[in-house]
């Protein structure tokens, strides 16, 4: 067995437990799995003392930034950990600068979950493609836009860049360093004995309520947009929607664009895909039958808008995040 890799997870105080324990669950395992020590884990803090989880949690860091961390070896797979509240704190300048001067030297770098804002906040994804949660991708988007942000990825490999989606996802990141480390059939032994996907079906947006239609714009077009909201199998076309709003239909169409931010006939495809998951989930209705009652033309069109917004067929849906009965 090589030198072991040094793989460094820097926790910010708030952190989100899983972003730190799950990767590091997964090389700990792999370390197992290759019957050697592969991989040696590291937590970083940014100040003295133990590091506060969001669960109230604490963790005692291996080391501090700017201090004792120095004389160590020489990391190999640098890590961010996110927090719940990553997206709206307040960048740490000495956080920042200890990331710009570490990464040049490491082989891999990347974030977990909203850990991405910090190397954002620092500079270090200008010009790349990473992911992010979900929830705060478009943030990160808007806030970074030299920065592109693939919302729907599970993890995004860029260079030297590394990057994962939501929480859970740091555990599919870490696996596919193990793979590109240790071969393929020891990342496969560690999924199982992890009891996790090797290789996770689907993208992220899957789990994500962001799609579900809300009203917007004025109360009137709220009005229109409740209505559909309540009636996914009714006739929702350009033409019917704007007469409910006594506007032609052109105007309508440009009215819905610029106060909804969509056009009508995207934002009832997420009506009706936000209608046919809760029947799925629910589990009582084959994909045919929620075609119908959600106002799809056919259960092909159904599964194509699945595809295009979740990047899963309805019914490996229903059988991921349906209510199982007995």
């Known amino acids: 067995m090589r030198t072991p890799k040094t793989i460094a997870i820097l926790a910010l105080p708030g952190v989100q437990l899983l972003d730190v324990s799950g990767p590091l669950d997964v090389f700990a395992e792999a370390n197992l ?84 804002f910090v190397l954002a906040q620092a500079g270090l994804l200008n010009g790349r493609r990473v992911t992010t949660h979900w929830a705060v991708a478009e943030q990160l988007a808007r806030d970074f ?9 599970i993890h995004v490999r860029d260079g030297r860049l590394r990057t994962a989606a939501g929480v859970t ?40 309520r962001k799609g579900d239609a809300v009203p917007a714009g004025r109360s009137a077009l709220q009005e229109v947009q409740r209505w559909a909201a309540a009636n996914p199998a009714a006739e ?36 009706r895909v936000a209608a046919a998951r809760a029947l799925l989930e629910a589990g009582e209705a084959a994909p045919k039958q929620v075609a119908a009652v959600c106002g799809f033309s056919d259960v092909d069109t159904l599964r194509r808008a699945f595809q295009r917004r979740l990047g899963i067929t309805p019914a490996e849906y229903r059988r991921r995040h349906g209510h199982a009965r007995g």
């Open 169 to 208: 996802a740091g555990l599919d990141l870490a696996l596919v360093l193990v793979e590109e480390d240790l071969g393929r059939a020891v990342a496969m032994q560690v999924a199982a004995q992890l009891v996790m996907f090797f290789k996770r079906p689907g993208g992220q947006m899957q789990f994500s």
């Open 145 to 153: 836009p030299a920065v592109t942000v693939d919302a729907d990825a």
């Open 33 to 116: 799995q290759a019957g050697a020590e592969a991989y040696r884990l590291r937590v970083v803090a940014s100040r003295p003392g133990a590091i506060r989880s969001s669960s109230g949690v604490r963790l005692m860091p291996d080391a501090v930034i700017g201090r004792d961390d120095e004389a160590g070896e020489p990391i190999h797979t640098l890590l961010v950990a996110g927090s719940p509240h990553a997206a709206g704190a307040v960048a740490d300048a000495d956080v920042a600068a200890w990331l710009r001067a570490r990464i040049p030297a490491v082989r891999r770098y990347g974030s977990v979950c909203s850990g991405a």
């Open 236 to 271: 929702l076309g350009i033409a019917q929607l704007a007469a409910r709003m006594g506007l032609s239909a052109r105007h309508f169409a440009r009215l819905f664009a610029q106060e909804v931010g969509v056009t009508p006939a995207a934002w009832v495809e997420g009506v």
